[in-house]
């Protein structure tokens, strides 16, 4: 947590990705309900890691609209594992991805995931997930 309390979240895209309007939007629903929010932007794995890790965040937020969620996905679990975050963070992953794809997700180390969402239920799920690594 953010030294004022606060939920810290760290919000990226993959690289290639060209749509931000779901990332931002996220941003000032996260902002609204009181959270601390990083807004990266476009990353590697081992970029957002990095700065996951700097800015001793509690969640990492990945917005996709143009895949390769599996594959960087893994990369960016296998990067936190190695950091030693993996265990204290909380991941998510919202955007427009094969619904098939959300067992595979969770299984790599999502903690949620979201084709759509209301701020509701995006909150109530980053306090869930940050509850359960604490």
Do not use: W
């Amino acid at each position: 947590m953010a030294s004022n309390g606060k939920i810290k979240v760290l919000l990226a895209q993959f690289p290639l990705e060209t749509h931000s309007r779901g990332i931002i939007t996220v941003a000032g629903m996260l902002r609204d309900a009181g959270m601390e929010v990083i807004l990266m932007g476009n990353a590697l794995p081992e970029q957002i890691v990095e700065t996951a890790v700097q800015e001793y965040v509690d969640v990492i937020g990945i917005s996709t609209y143009c895949g390769g969620e599996l594959a960087l996905g893994t990369e960016l679990m296998k990067v936190a594992e190695e950091r030693g975050i993996k265990k204290r963070t909380s991941f998510l992953l919202g955007g427009i991805f094969p619904p098939l794809y959300i067992p595979k997700l969770k299984a790599i180390g999502f903690d949620g995931t979201f084709l759509s969402a209301t701020k509701e239920e995006i909150v109530s799920c980053i306090k869930e997930a940050v509850a359960a690594k604490k």
